[in-house]
């Protein structure tokens, strides 16, 4: 809980400079894309735990009790019960956290960690060429992103029509 509220509360490049420079303080040397891969999975965990806290709990109260009628274990009801009609709930959300992490990645320049955004900086020094510059990294975010937004509207699309029946 703790955890959640704390990743969910921080700014991902604040996590980034405590992770990168903060930890040097007390003598904990981290590399730059492992402070990367930790502060941005720390806050995507986050996102994701409580997005399938949502899902356990949007699942039908009647549905763990009519399991517990038949017979079924705890175990059993998780398993074959609340994860299958949880993950159907979660999933359009997983994909727009997916969404959100890969954007946030261009933060990770910040800490040396080169990615998108600085090569493109790094193009614009040694060409002088800034338009052609950005168009060519917007044009990598949209092949990137677009696919992936497209994938997770339809999938939202698909689940509500499967719980409406249309």
């Known amino acids: 809980m703790v955890y959640v509220q704390i990743s969910r509360n921080v700014p991902v490049l604040v996590f980034l400079f405590f992770l990168y420079f903060g930890l040097v303080q007390i003598h904990i040397i981290l590399e730059a ?23 356990l709990i949007a699942v039908d109260k009647v549905q763990i009790e009519s399991a ?19 993950f159907a709930i979660v999933l359009p959300n997983m994909l727009s956290n997916a969404h959100a992490i890969l954007m946030e990645t261009a933060v990770c320049g910040f800490i040396a960690v080169p990615e998108l955004m600085c090569v493109t900086r790094d ?11 950005f168009l060519m990294l917007t044009v990598s975010y949209v092949v990137l992103l677009l696919p992936l937004s497209l994938i997770a509207g339809y999938t939202e699309r698909r689940v509500r029509n499967a719980q409406f029946g249309r």
């Open 123 to 133: 193009q614009i020094g040694m060409y002088y060429k800034t338009y052609e510059s």
């Open 68 to 86: 517990r009628s038949i017979g079924l274990s705890p175990l059993q009801i998780l398993w074959h019960i609340l994860f299958p009609q949880a």
């Open 33 to 55: 894309k492992l402070c990367a891969i930790l502060g941005l999975g720390m806050m995507g965990g986050a996102y994701m735990t409580e997005s399938f806290r949502a899902g």
